[in-house]
């Protein structure tokens, strides 16, 4: 079904998971990188996380842009999400899921507290930066979801030095109420 906002938000029903695809991704003008999702978006994500097959798993919502951003409204206007408050307010019912981006390239892992329990909101680094900084550092998220819907596993692997292998790091972690 094509909805108002175009092909987005898109649904995969795997197992325990409801994976949740959104698009924030807008022409912008030269240097200027900020997204938005719309109301039209928003609205069919309410929707959609309120369907019995979708509110009986756990929610694995997909964003390139930072849904969580503690900077400047002029900084979110240049490159952040700039409806990062409406997509917060929709997921805000959720007792628990991940809620993943990009954009920032950077590693980060945020419990951000909803009214009935908490999402992991969790950035990856890009995938193939040779960069000093373990934050930074090419490599790849393990996020694992148990059979009952729980999320039991958030991880992160950085390329090692020799490129042949990745090590855990830690991701730096912050609680959002
Ligand atoms: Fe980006």
Known sequence: MRLPAGDYPLV???GPAAIVGLSSAVPR????????????????LERLLGLP?????????LVHHP?????????????????ADRLLAVVDRLPRGLLLFGHVHARSHVALRTSSGTL??????????????PRIRAGFNLYEIAGNGAIARVES????ASGT?????PMPERIVS
């Open 165 to 169: 292998g990745f090590s855990r790091v």
């Open 53 to 61: 097959e979708v509110a009986s798993r756990t929610p694995v919502l």
């Open 67 to 83: 849904p969580v951003d503690a900077r400047s409204r002029l900084a979110r206007l240049r490159d952040g999400l700039i409806d």
């Open 120 to 133: 992991d909101v969790v950035s990856a680094s890009g995938a193939a930066l040779d960069h000093p900084d």
């Open 157 to 160: 692997y950085a390329l090692d």
């Open 12 to 14: 995969k029903l795997r």
């Open 29 to 44: 003008p030269p240097f200027v990188s900020g997204g938005v999702l719309g109301r039209e978006q928003l609205a069919a």
